[in-house]
Protein backbone atom coordinates (compact mmCIF):
# COMPACT_ATOMS: atom_id res chain seq x y z
CA UNK A 1 0.00 0.00 0.00
CA UNK A 2 1.35 3.53 -0.16
CA UNK A 3 0.22 6.66 1.76
CA UNK A 4 0.34 10.40 3.06
CA UNK A 5 2.49 10.70 6.64
CA UNK A 6 -0.34 13.42 8.24
CA UNK A 7 0.99 12.95 11.73
CA UNK A 8 4.77 12.13 12.85
CA UNK A 9 6.08 12.85 16.50
CA UNK A 10 9.96 12.16 15.85
CA UNK A 11 10.77 12.23 19.71
CA UNK A 12 8.62 9.82 20.58
CA UNK A 13 8.76 7.41 17.69
CA UNK A 14 5.28 7.32 16.18
CA UNK A 15 2.76 8.60 13.92
CA UNK A 16 0.00 8.18 11.31
CA UNK A 17 -0.28 7.41 7.79
CA UNK A 18 -3.56 8.28 5.52
CA UNK A 19 -3.67 5.46 2.70
CA UNK A 20 -4.20 6.39 -0.47
CA UNK A 21 -6.16 3.29 -1.69
CA UNK A 22 -9.93 4.52 0.17
CA UNK A 23 -11.54 1.81 2.08
CA UNK A 24 -8.74 -0.79 2.80
CA UNK A 25 -9.03 0.14 7.09
CA UNK A 26 -11.16 2.25 9.21
CA UNK A 27 -11.00 5.88 8.61
CA UNK A 28 -8.36 4.87 5.76
CA UNK A 29 -5.46 5.84 8.34
CA UNK A 30 -2.96 3.70 10.12
CA UNK A 31 -0.69 4.11 13.17
CA UNK A 32 3.31 3.93 12.71
CA UNK A 33 5.87 2.69 15.09
CA UNK A 34 9.42 3.80 14.76
CA UNK A 35 10.09 0.47 14.95
CA UNK A 36 8.84 -0.44 11.62
CA UNK A 37 10.58 2.11 9.73
CA UNK A 38 13.42 0.27 6.97
CA UNK A 39 15.93 3.54 7.25
CA UNK A 40 19.33 4.57 6.83
CA UNK A 41 18.71 7.36 9.38
CA UNK A 42 20.65 7.16 12.63
CA UNK A 43 17.78 8.36 14.34
CA UNK A 44 14.79 6.77 11.99
CA UNK A 45 11.66 9.23 11.57
CA UNK A 46 9.37 10.35 9.16
CA UNK A 47 7.77 14.23 8.26
CA UNK A 48 4.19 15.22 7.29
CA UNK A 49 3.48 15.11 3.59
CA UNK A 50 5.78 12.54 3.12
CA UNK A 51 5.16 9.86 0.51
CA UNK A 52 5.76 6.15 2.01
CA UNK A 53 5.22 2.48 0.76
CA UNK A 54 3.80 -0.09 3.71
CA UNK A 55 2.33 -3.20 4.76
CA UNK A 56 -0.66 -3.77 7.12
CA UNK A 57 -0.56 -6.60 9.99
CA UNK A 58 -2.22 -6.73 13.13
CA UNK A 59 -1.42 -5.56 16.79
CA UNK A 60 -2.34 -6.87 20.11
CA UNK A 61 -2.62 -4.02 21.90
CA UNK A 62 -2.25 -4.17 25.98
CA UNK A 63 -3.61 -0.63 26.70
CA UNK A 64 -6.72 -1.49 25.15
CA UNK A 65 -6.92 -4.77 26.89
CA UNK A 66 -5.44 -6.95 24.48
CA UNK A 67 -7.84 -5.67 21.45
CA UNK A 68 -6.26 -6.16 17.63
CA UNK A 69 -5.87 -3.07 16.14
CA UNK A 70 -3.69 -2.32 12.64
CA UNK A 71 -0.62 -0.89 11.92
CA UNK A 72 1.62 0.21 9.12
CA UNK A 73 4.30 -2.66 8.82
CA UNK A 74 7.60 -1.71 7.25
CA UNK A 75 7.50 0.91 6.09
CA UNK A 76 9.46 2.36 3.23
CA UNK A 77 10.09 5.15 0.40
CA UNK A 78 8.13 4.49 -2.64
CA UNK A 79 9.29 1.73 -4.42
CA UNK A 80 10.91 0.26 -1.39
CA UNK A 81 14.03 2.50 -0.92
CA UNK A 82 15.10 3.03 2.34
CA UNK A 83 14.06 6.07 4.63
CA UNK A 84 16.70 8.74 4.30
CA UNK A 85 15.66 11.83 5.26
CA UNK A 86 17.95 12.95 8.14
CA UNK A 87 21.16 14.50 5.93
CA UNK A 88 18.94 16.84 4.49
CA UNK A 89 17.08 18.33 6.96
CA UNK A 90 20.30 18.58 9.32
CA UNK A 91 21.80 20.82 6.39
CA UNK A 92 19.25 22.63 6.69
CA UNK A 93 18.44 23.29 9.86
CA UNK A 94 22.06 22.57 12.14
CA UNK A 95 25.29 24.52 11.71
CA UNK A 96 27.93 22.61 11.64
CA UNK A 97 31.65 23.20 12.62
CA UNK A 98 34.28 22.65 9.89
CA UNK A 99 31.13 20.73 7.79
CA UNK A 100 28.41 18.23 8.14
CA UNK A 101 30.06 15.84 6.83
CA UNK A 102 34.41 16.53 8.55
CA UNK A 103 34.59 13.97 11.02
CA UNK A 104 36.78 14.60 14.38
CA UNK A 105 37.70 11.79 16.42
CA UNK A 106 38.18 11.24 20.45
CA UNK A 107 36.94 9.01 23.23
CA UNK A 108 33.25 8.31 24.56
CA UNK A 109 33.41 8.54 28.23
CA UNK A 110 29.80 7.57 29.27
CA UNK A 111 26.51 7.19 27.04
CA UNK A 112 23.69 6.74 28.79
CA UNK A 113 20.64 5.13 26.86
CA UNK A 114 17.96 5.50 29.83
CA UNK A 115 19.41 9.21 30.54
CA UNK A 116 19.70 10.18 26.45
CA UNK A 117 22.83 11.89 26.48
CA UNK A 118 26.86 11.28 27.32
CA UNK A 119 30.05 12.98 27.09
CA UNK A 120 33.36 12.74 24.85
CA UNK A 121 36.32 14.09 24.95
CA UNK A 122 38.08 15.30 21.23
CA UNK A 123 41.05 14.14 20.28
CA UNK A 124 44.33 17.16 20.77
CA UNK A 125 45.63 18.61 17.19
CA UNK A 126 42.49 19.64 15.59
CA UNK A 127 42.48 23.15 14.30
CA UNK A 128 39.12 24.81 14.81
CA UNK A 129 37.80 27.94 13.75
CA UNK A 130 35.94 28.62 16.71
CA UNK A 131 36.64 28.03 20.52
CA UNK A 132 34.96 24.41 20.65
CA UNK A 133 35.45 22.87 24.22
CA UNK A 134 37.88 19.55 24.32
CA UNK A 135 34.30 17.99 26.01
CA UNK A 136 31.08 17.50 24.11
CA UNK A 137 27.98 16.57 25.38
CA UNK A 138 26.32 14.10 22.70
CA UNK A 139 22.61 13.63 22.72
CA UNK A 140 20.66 10.28 21.78
CA UNK A 141 19.65 11.33 18.62
CA UNK A 142 22.96 12.18 17.08
CA UNK A 143 24.33 8.69 18.15
CA UNK A 144 24.38 6.72 15.17
CA UNK A 145 22.99 3.22 16.16
CA UNK A 146 21.81 2.14 12.55
CA UNK A 147 18.63 2.95 13.60
CA UNK A 148 18.16 1.11 16.33
CA UNK A 149 18.27 1.87 20.06
CA UNK A 150 22.08 2.33 21.59
CA UNK A 151 23.53 0.40 24.11
CA UNK A 152 25.10 1.38 27.49
CA UNK A 153 28.84 2.68 26.57
CA UNK A 154 31.90 3.10 28.16
CA UNK A 155 35.16 3.98 27.21
CA UNK A 156 35.23 4.09 23.54
CA UNK A 157 36.77 5.52 20.49
CA UNK A 158 34.53 7.14 18.53
CA UNK A 159 34.23 9.24 15.62
CA UNK A 160 31.56 12.65 15.17
CA UNK A 161 30.72 16.09 13.33
CA UNK A 162 30.33 19.31 15.76
CA UNK A 163 27.36 21.40 15.60
CA UNK A 164 27.15 24.54 16.69
CA UNK A 165 23.87 24.87 19.32
CA UNK A 166 21.16 27.43 19.34
CA UNK A 167 22.58 29.35 22.49
CA UNK A 168 26.18 29.35 21.03
CA UNK A 169 27.28 25.85 22.48
CA UNK A 170 28.75 22.77 21.01
CA UNK A 171 27.35 19.41 20.80
CA UNK A 172 28.88 16.33 18.95
CA UNK A 173 27.03 15.28 16.21
CA UNK A 174 26.59 12.04 14.14
CA UNK A 175 28.64 9.92 16.62
CA UNK A 176 30.05 7.13 15.22
CA UNK A 177 32.54 4.19 16.47
CA UNK A 178 35.63 4.56 14.32
CA UNK A 179 34.98 4.21 10.49
CA UNK A 180 31.64 5.46 10.50
CA UNK A 181 30.71 1.63 11.95
CA UNK A 182 27.52 2.01 14.04
CA UNK A 183 27.10 2.33 17.62
CA UNK A 184 25.44 -0.83 18.34
CA UNK A 185 26.42 -3.83 21.04
CA UNK A 186 27.92 -5.93 17.30
CA UNK A 187 30.12 -3.19 16.86
CA UNK A 188 31.46 -2.58 19.60
CA UNK A 189 32.00 -6.62 20.28
CA UNK A 190 33.60 -6.10 16.31
CA UNK A 191 31.18 -8.76 15.16
CA UNK A 192 30.96 -9.47 11.26
CA UNK A 193 27.66 -10.22 9.95
CA UNK A 194 27.64 -12.59 7.30
CA UNK A 195 24.48 -13.40 5.19
CA UNK A 196 22.90 -13.69 8.03
CA UNK A 197 24.66 -15.38 10.61
CA UNK A 198 26.72 -13.49 13.04
CA UNK A 199 30.51 -14.43 13.30
CA UNK A 200 32.92 -13.01 16.54
Not at 28 to 46: C, E, G, M, V, Y
Not at 81 to 110: E, M, P, V
Amino acid sequence: YTGTVTFYHKWKGYGFVELAQKGVVPQDKLFIHWKQLTSDDRFPFLSKGVEVEFGVMTWRDWQTRNALTLRAKNVTMPGGLNIALQDDIDAQNKTFIGGQHLRYTGRLQLFSPKRGFGWLTMDDGFALAEPVPNELRVDLPEVNAGGRQPPLVKDVEVEFGIMKTGRGGYKAYNMTLPGGVPVTQEGLEHRVVTGSRTFT
